[in-house]
């Protein structure tokens, strides 16, 4: 995949659910990353100067030679090139992911089937302990702490404590990155993360349960609170809720 290197917004919470809940096909993912970016790549701005060594001055260089001026920035990406196989390997476990959460988020008296398998092989003796667990409190920045319900009958606490983990484990594959600049007397903290991160980050969120989303019951869509729908009762959406309806009073009438 090529994709031009630009600065790329960030996915909603419901773009990326909806995306993992779709069937990756090459033109879905390839649009996906025109729309966010590469997944593990980064944008970057570099600068280039050419000089020989007779200007450079005794210590070495430094910031400004004389005679060498910098080019403008040139954007560019950071990183290993990716290719359609990466990005269904990684799709797969957000799917693996998003299908999971909709079991636990479904509540206990709706849910249908069995508990979900999550198939996200961890590296052997990576965050295989008990997970971290949280409830109460806000950090910030809040990297793999999760939430966990003691009411929780064991198999689900445990599916919660799997996911905690494999979100742990994404987090940690992929760190953000962080620089130090000393800018007079000030030290500044850069800290970028690449969209890979940022997705799993939003996973955590959800685990957490800092944010309140939605599976539409009749397409599969998702929706997030106060954006797509305002009450816990909510359902569907309302075209959706329409179609079923109309489906089931054409098959009463055939009965
Ligand atoms: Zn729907």
């Known amino acids: 995949m090529e994709i031009p290197a630009r600065q790329y917004k960030r996915p909603t919470i419901k773009q990326?659910?909806?995306?993992?809940?779709?069937?990756?096909?090459?033109?879905?993912?390839?649009?996906?990353?025109?729309?966010?970016?590469?997944?593990?790549?980064?944008?970057?701005?570099?600068?280039?100067?050419?000089?020989?060594?007779?200007?450079?001055?005794?210590?070495?260089?430094?910031?400004?030679?004389?005679?060498?001026?910098?080019?403008?920035?040139i954007i560019d990406w950071k990183g290993e090139p990716e290719d359609v196989d990466l990005w269904r390997r990684e799709h797969s476990d957000m799917k693996s992911f998003e299908e999971s959460f909709a079991w636990l988020n479904t509540p206990a008296d709706m849910r249908s089937g069995d508990m979900p398998v999550v198939p996200i092989r961890l590296q052997e003796g990576k965050f295989n302990g008990e997970a971290i667990l949280y409830h109460d409190g806000d950090v910030d920045p809040v990297e793999v702490l999760t939430l966990y319900d003691e009411t929780e009958s064991y198999k689900v606490a445990d599916l919660r404590k799997q996911l905690a983990r494999v979100v742990a484990a994404k987090l940690s594959e992929n760190p953000p990155d962080v620089r130090y600049v000393l800018d007079g007397n000030v030290l500044k903290e850069f800290r970028v993360c690449t969209l890979l991160h940022y997705i799993w980050l939003q996973f955590q969120r959800l685990l957490a349960g800092r944010v309140a989303v939605k599976q539409c019951k009749v397409c599969g869509f998702w929706e997030e609170k106060g954006v797509g729908y305002q009450?816990?009762?909510?359902?569907?959406?309302?075209?959706?809720?329409?179609?079923?309806?109309?489906?089931?009073?054409?098959?009463?009438?055939?009965?």
């Not at 909806?18 to 970016?37: C, I, N, Q």
């Not at 600068?47 to 403008?72: C, D, K, Y």
């Not at 309302?238 to 055939?254: F, L, T």
Request: a positive charge; proline letters at 5%; glycine letters at 8%.
């Open 16 to 73: 990326i659910l909806d995306f993992a809940h779709r069937t990756p096909t090459v033109e879905s993912l390839a649009g996906f990353a025109f729309s966010y970016g590469y997944l593990r790549r980064l944008v970057v701005a570099r600068r280039e100067r050419r000089f020989t060594s007779a200007q450079i001055t005794p210590g070495g260089l430094t910031e400004n030679v004389v005679g060498a001026e910098w080019s403008e920035p």
């Open 231 to 255: 009450r816990d009762t909510w359902k569907d959406h309302p075209a959706c809720g329409n179609r079923r309806r109309k489906r089931e009073e054409r098959a009463e009438q055939k009965k």
